[in-house]
């Protein structure tokens, strides 16, 4: 995916990881900009603790949909009011 971002994604992903508190996003998003770097998946994989299909998937993901939350569902919550 090299260089695939233009010039305001990289500066919105990068303000978006600033803010974000979510780590599993961050990832996403880190995933994202250092393939755009030229980073291979099995580099960034490593650096980031991650297997490298989770790699691939993250950034096709942001390809396809610009999708960085893992949107898994949770569960439903059983604490009352």
Do not use: F
């Not at 994604?9 to 303000?15: C, F, P, Y």
């Amino acid at each position: 995916m090299k260089n695939l971002l233009s010039d305001e994604q990289r500066s919105q992903l990068r303000l978006q990881h600033k803010k974000e508190r979510d780590k599993r996003v961050c990832d996403r998003i880190k995933a994202v900009l250092l393939s755009d770097e030229g980073w291979s998946t099995q580099q960034i994989a490593h650096v980031l603790l991650l297997s490298d299909e989770a790699i691939r998937q993250h950034i096709l993901d942001y390809q396809t949909e610009h999708k960085l939350k893992p949107e898994n569902g949770g569960s439903i919550e059983r604490l009352s009011d």
